[in-house]
């Protein structure tokens, strides 16, 4: 269930209430320490043109990451069947909303109804590590998280 990558929807309790809502796995550490970043379907993308992944899409410093409706960003896997899975709205991730870093069973006992619904793209996933990576409204100890998963997957970075 909290394998990075991952899209997770439950009825999550945000301050005095539970609220349905999906959950993007950015990090698991073996089970330890899971970070996870909560989506929001109102528009925060941070420019008048919104475009699918990092917004906006020519800047260095970026605002965030869009999921635009209907696009197919993962797979549902329900026994050996296989489907796609895009958001019915736009959908985006901000660096400055929801983040949570927790252990696996504290993640659990805070929502009601939790389930996977897809697993992103390997695309989809390390675009938006490095949208969060690069954006400056990002906290440094998430930037080290997000840094060390870059590296494992393309080898040292150059800021």
């Known amino acids: ?23 993007v796995v950015l990090y698991n550490d073996s089970g330890k320490c899971v970070l996870a970043t909560y989506t929001t379907s109102k528009p925060r993308s ?21 999921f635009k409706k209907g696009k197919v960003i993962g797979v549902c896997k329900k026994g050996s069947v296989s489907a796609d899975f895009s958001f019915s709205v736009d959908t985006t991730v901000v660096p400055d909303y929801g983040y949570t870093m ?14 996977v619904v897809c697993k992103l793209l390997d695309n989809e996933y390390y675009e938006l590590i490095y949208t969060l990576y690069k954006s400056k409204k990002t906290s440094n100890k998430y930037k080290k998280i997000f840094e060390s998963i870059l590296e494992m997957k393309y080898g040292a970075l150059s800021q």
């Open 46 to 66: 941070g420019t008048l043109s919104v475009v699918h992944g990092k917004n906006p899409p020519n800047s260095p410093t970026p605002h965030s990451y869009v």
């Open 102 to 115: 927790t252990t696996p069973p504290e993640f659990e006992s805070n929502v009601d109804d939790l389930r």
């Open 1 to 23: 269930m909290f394998t990075a990558g991952n899209i997770l929807h439950g009825k999550f309790q945000l301050k005095a209430e539970k609220k349905n809502k999906y959950a």
